[in-house]
């Protein structure tokens, strides 16, 4: 929580799969908790993908790959959709992931990794078919994620592409602050503008 | 030239912060048990007070047993997620309608039958079928636990804007056409991301005929397509539906509310930035197949096929088909199902009751069947046993649980095995919904009753 952020250089583990939603990453049945400790989310995260019914390890799937390893996941379009289940967030950060690559992802989702420290990077259809090729053909392919630049930056290739991020929630993430920090302190104006209401 | 959305966004706007997303007022906060604890514990850690704990409403749903609520519930963690709940809003000085107490269940059911949820507010929850709301004309969306403890700081949030969208749907629907149908069929055509990053009006002849009930099911599954969250024009439905309710406005206060109310829908010449239409008459009885909520198809048709498919798109399919065990290009009239549940806050309403009780009625429950008949609210209970949709219901050997979320995601005991067919009128078809390894067919009232009494997967027209 609260990793400030800058250049993250690091190997990626794929997951070519679109619409991975938030009960995958998460399964309901881990959000009885009611701390938020990362290293349970993370422990269960896939858990289902990740583990054979029986609770032995399912050595198909690619978290579970030795080949495979680092900070960032990249994965198919539509990633994180479905639950609004923040939990989904944790166990990504709590797996050790800093940057989720896709070309596409759920709304609510999205807000659930930015609010975590945890940067998702939105690439074209094309930069994301690259890049998981570059990873088949090497597991050992770096990306390059610059957040002061928003960049990110296939080091197999070459090639380069830039991100969208607003401004504030840029500077939030590179100074370690979070929303409540910054609604807090303008209490007065939100009391303000209850009193234009009042009549409402 | 504003859309509904534009005018009860921009007079809910505290500030625009720069280059940065706007600070959004918000009118109603619901908190459920499962994505409100660690907002809580954060509240703690940083010394805060929740700013305006009137306009913040907590009860349990996710967890509750649908049997023997009066006693205490039996998986122990279960138990903690839900007394936290009631610890924490005692200590926070917030309502809480806990389990027994009468204006407990789902809280997107209970929400618009207590008139919490009223016309042109903003409302949030932890809980990403807070598009429910949006039926009465409301901005309302789920959010995050981050989120939800901001709203409790602050009752404001911090929200990029929408884009906005409006689908319209032409005609009259047909026969067995419910709600649950349209959103299906809006689904299978726009995928499950076709409305990402956009806030969804419905609008035209079909959704206006529509029952308050059916609205509210429409507007639950806008966030199937992606949609941040889905609305309605409120209406002569709307404001006969809300009046006497518990929390809604009484009196003078009823009259200029009123007036408000009637002021908000889309001026004429209201400019949207993606609009869709569709034909009523082209919307069949529905049912999905897969293991998202876009993958549906009219019951009759036939699963669609891998021809035309890119690598990625056909591995993602093959994958769903496998573990659905059904086979590209097949039929699913006549097969068999294990499961049916109604419920959720998608159908668990009075009207969803009544609509399965108009097919079972006078019919058995087929013996390969395991019903689960759970009413959204004790309210929505209540209803059942006035009208005698009870008796109906047990004389065709159905019997009626406690209200909750249940079986729609199985975090109380209401889990299907894995393997197993349930043909649910809940909300998502993910791999592992309903319990591990679980199968489910999303579908009507209507179809899962057909489903009941038959036994297979049928077309609820040929029982009516």
């Known amino acids: ?200 | 030239m504003n859309t509904l959305f534009d005018k009860i966004w921009d007079a809910h706007v505290v500030q625009k912060v720069e280059e940065g997303p706007t600070q959004l007022y918000i009118d109603r906060l619901y908190c459920h048990e499962v994505t409100s604890p660690q907002a809580f514990a954060g509240m703690r850690a940083r010394g805060l007070k929740c700013f305006r704990p009137e306009k913040i409403y907590c009860m349990p749903d996710h967890n509750t047993p649908t049997h023997d609520q009066d006693k205490p519930i039996e998986d122990p963690v279960s138990k903690a997620q839900v007394d936290a709940l009631a610890q924490n809003a005692a200590d926070f000085g917030l309502t809480h309608f806990g389990m027994m107490n009468k204006k407990n269940g789902i809280i997107h059911v209970v929400g618009p039958e207590r008139g919490l949820t009223l016309p042109g507010m903003t409302i949030v929850c932890g809980d990403s079928h807070t598009s429910t709301h949006g039926a009465m004309g409301a901005v309302a969306f789920g959010i995050g636990t981050s989120e939800v403890e901001m709203v409790m700081a602050s009752q404001c949030i911090l929200q990029a804007r929408p884009k906005t969208m409006r689908i319209t749907i032409d005609g009259k629907l047909g026969k067995g056409v419910t709600a649950k149908d349209v959103a299906l069929y809006m689904m299978s055509k726009m995928t499950t991301s076709g409305a990402t990053g956009y806030f969804v009006e419905y609008a035209g002849e079909a959704i206006r005929s529509l029952t308050m009930e059916g609205r509210l099911t429409l507007c639950n599954l806008s966030i199937e397509m992606g949609a941040r969250g889905g609305m309605i024009a409120p209406d002569e439905v709307t404001f006969e539906y809300i009046k006497g309710r518990e929390y809604a406005p009484k009196g003078e206060e009823w009259d200029k509310a009123l007036a408000y109310w009637k002021t908000l829908k889309s001026d004429d010449d209201a400019v949207f930035d993606k609009e869709v239409r569709y034909d009523a008459a082209d919307i069949q009885p529905m049912i999905t197949y897969g293991t998202n909520p876009g993958m549906g198809m009219a019951i009759t048709s036939n699963i669609p096929t891998t021809d035309g498919m890119s690598e990625v798109e056909k591995g993602s399919f093959e994958k769903s088909m496998q573990y659905m065990g059904f086979v590209p290009g097949e039929n699913l009239i006549g097969k068999k199902v294990d499961y049916v549940f109604l419920g959720a806050c998608t159908n668990g309403r009075i009207e969803d009751f009544r609509a399965f009780a108009s097919i079972v009625k006078g019919r058995k429950k087929a013996d390969n069947i395991t019903a689960w008949l759970v009413p959204g609210s004790w309210m929505v209970d209540e209803q059942i046993r006035e009208e005698g949709i009870d008796k109906v219901l047990e004389e065709a050997g159905f019997e009626i649980r406690q209200p909750g979320c249940s079986a729609c995601l199985a975090m109380n005991d209401d889990k299907i095995p894995a393997g197993k067919y349930s043909v649910s009128t809940s909300n998502r078809n993910f791999e592992g919904r309903q319990g591990p390894g679980s199968r489910t067919l999303l579908a009507s009232p209507l179809t899962a009753a057909a489903a009941a009494v038959t036994g297979v997967i049928t077309d609820p027209r040929t029982l009516m």
């Not at chain 1, 944790?90 to 807000?111: L, M």
């Not at chain 1, 080091?155 to 380069?160: C, I």
């Open chain 1, 1 to 200: 929580m609260k990793q400030k952020f800058n250049i993250i250089t690091s190997t990626c583990i794929p997951l070519p799969l679109e619409n991975v939603d938030t009960d995958q990453i998460i399964p309901a049945r881990f959000l009885k908790a009611t701390t938020r400790d990362e290293k349970f989310f993370g422990d269960n995260l896939f858990r289902d993908w990740r583990y054979n019914p029986d609770g032995s390890l399912n050595k198909d799937f690619v978290l579970n790959d030795p080949k495979y390893s680092g900070h960032v996941l990249v994965a198919g379009k539509n990633f994180g959709s479905g639950s609004s289940r923040e939990h989904a967030a944790w166990a990504i950060a709590g797996y050790g992931f800093r940057v989720v690559v896709s070309s596409f992802f759920a709304d609510i989702h999205k807000n659930n990794e930015l609010n975590n420290f945890v940067l998702p990077v939105v690439v074209s259809e094309e930069f994301l078919k690259e890049l998981f090729d570059s990873i088949y053909a090497d597991p050992k392919t770096e990306v390059e994620v610059n957040l002061p630049e928003q960049t990110i930056i296939n080091k197999a290739t070459g090639k380069s592409e830039k991100f969208e991020i607003n401004a504030y929630k840029k500077h939030c993430l590179m100074n370690g602050l979070d929303d409540i920090d910054f609604l807090v302190e303008n209490r007065d104006k939100i009391a303000a503008y209850e009193e234009t209401v009042s009549n409402r």
